[in-house]
């Protein structure tokens, strides 16, 4: 029985749960081993295959568990300083000329693609390439992204 269970599960501990629930059902069912209908060897190993097929079905029928990430799991300080984050981006898109702040906000706080961008800035979609290329240098240009006494520490 046991050889058949870890055949069928590919898992020695899972088949040795599954030998044990198959002889914890042969001891409440005394009747089946003995009304002459088959071998005892066969109704038990009958038994196996079909507990092993309600745990595959029993898993299959249960969604998937997943972990939560540790970015769905927000804690205070990670609240603050996500504020602080917006603050900065804020202050810096501020410090761009309204044409390159324009089309920032279009491809990535709106969500467009190039060509969506440029027909609601009424611009031809290689000036929004050329503009989003120009925006996000000066962005980089800017010393810190960070206002001044927000430093993080080195750990």
Same mark, same amino acid.
């Given at each position: 029985?046991?050889?058949?269970?870890?055949?069928l599960?590919?898992?020695?501990?899972?088949?040795?749960?599954?030998? =044990?629930?198959?002889?914890? !059902?042969?001891?409440? %069912?005394?009747? &089946?081993?003995?009304?002459?209908?088959? $071998? @005892?060897?066969?109704?038990?190993?009958?038994?196996? !295959?079909?507990?092993? +097929?309600? =745990?595959?079905r029993?898993?299959?029928?249960?969604? +998937?568990?997943?972990?939560? $990430?540790?970015?769905?799991?927000? *804690?205070?300080?990670? %609240?603050?300083? =996500?504020? @602080?984050?917006?603050? @900065? @981006? /804020?202050?810096?898109? *501020?410090r761009? &000329?309204?044409? %390159?702040?324009?089309?920032?906000? =279009?491809?990535?706080?709106?969500? *467009? +693609?190039?060509?969506?961008?440029?027909? /609601?800035?009424?611009?031809p979609?290689?000036?929004?390439? &050329?503009? *989003?290329?120009?925006?996000?240098?000066?962005?980089?240009?800017?010393?810190?992204? !960070?206002?001044?006494? +927000?430093? !993080? &520490?080195? $750990?």
């Amino acid at each position: 029985m046991l050889a058949y269970a870890t055949q069928l599960t590919r898992d020695r501990a899972a088949a040795e749960d599954v030998v =044990q629930e198959a002889l914890v !059902r042969a001891w409440r %069912h005394p009747d &089946s081993l003995v009304n002459g209908k088959g $071998s @005892v060897r066969g109704w038990l190993l009958t038994v196996v !295959r079909n507990i092993v +097929t309600d =745990q595959i079905r029993a898993r299959n029928a249960r969604a +998937t568990e997943v972990r939560e $990430s540790p970015a769905d799991v927000a *804690s205070d300080e990670d %609240h603050a300083e =996500q504020v @602080v984050n917006a603050m @900065v @981006v /804020v202050d810096a898109l *501020s410090r761009l &000329s309204a044409e %390159h702040r324009e089309v920032l906000e =279009q491809l990535y706080l709106q969500g *467009s +693609t190039v060509t969506e961008a440029a027909k /609601v800035l009424g611009i031809p979609p290689g000036t929004v390439k &050329s503009r *989003s290329f120009y925006a996000l240098r000066a962005l980089r240009e800017v010393k810190t992204l !960070r206002p001044a006494g +927000t430093e !993080r &520490s080195a $750990s």
